[in-house]
């Protein structure tokens, strides 16, 4: 038997809010599949949930996990949580890309690593990741001038909601194509 467990809000039309919603065939690039796992949403966290909750919350099944899969967040920060799960529960993880196929049997898992073959949509996730983490370097910077100078926050937050309206329209048109 799998799980599926989701944190925190799932947004309208995403695919973990379609699977909270107890819906038995899902598309997955491209691909109808079978939602045979049971799915969890975990009220009361948010969706940034600290380790220590994660792991308090792990720890109580009646059964030990035998696996979990890290999907959310920046490698920074799945990757150490990762060897955390492993080390403080003896519970193997994986920390599956985009494509990666895992077949559960039992408490038994195998992972397929995907190959994404066109050379587009390699390109524009590679493109992403140069953005994601742009961004959170930028942040890191920013949280670091307000925390010398709180002064600053309100020009911060003004150009920051600049950004943002710049930013939503912009997707707003990119989802027209």
Do not use: C
């Amino acid at each position: 038997e799998a799980n599926v467990l989701f944190i925190g809000y799932q947004a309208q039309g995403s695919l973990g809010r379609r699977l909270v919603e107890g819906a038995k065939k899902v598309k997955i690039l491209g691909e109808e599949i079978s939602v045979k796992a049971t799915i969890h949403n975990l009220e009361g966290f948010s969706a940034h949930a600290d380790q220590q909750q994660l792991l308090t919350w792990l720890s109580h099944f009646k059964t030990k996990v035998s696996n979990v899969f890290l999907v959310h967040g920046e490698p920074e920060a799945s990757e150490p949580f990762a060897e955390i799960i492993k080390e403080k529960l003896a519970v193997s993880t994986y920390i599956p890309s985009i494509g990666d196929a895992a077949t559960l049997t039992e408490r038994e898992w195998q992972v397929e690593e995907g190959h994404i073959v066109d050379p587009a949509v390699k390109g524009l996730q590679d493109y992403l990741e140069v953005l994601d983490k742009e961004y959170f370097e930028h942040r890191k910077k920013l949280e670091q001038m307000a925390g010398i100078d709180n002064r600053k926050i309100a020009d911060i937050m003004r150009n920051l909601e600049k950004v943002h309206t710049y930013m939503n329209k912009t997707l707003s048109d990119l989802n027209k194509i």
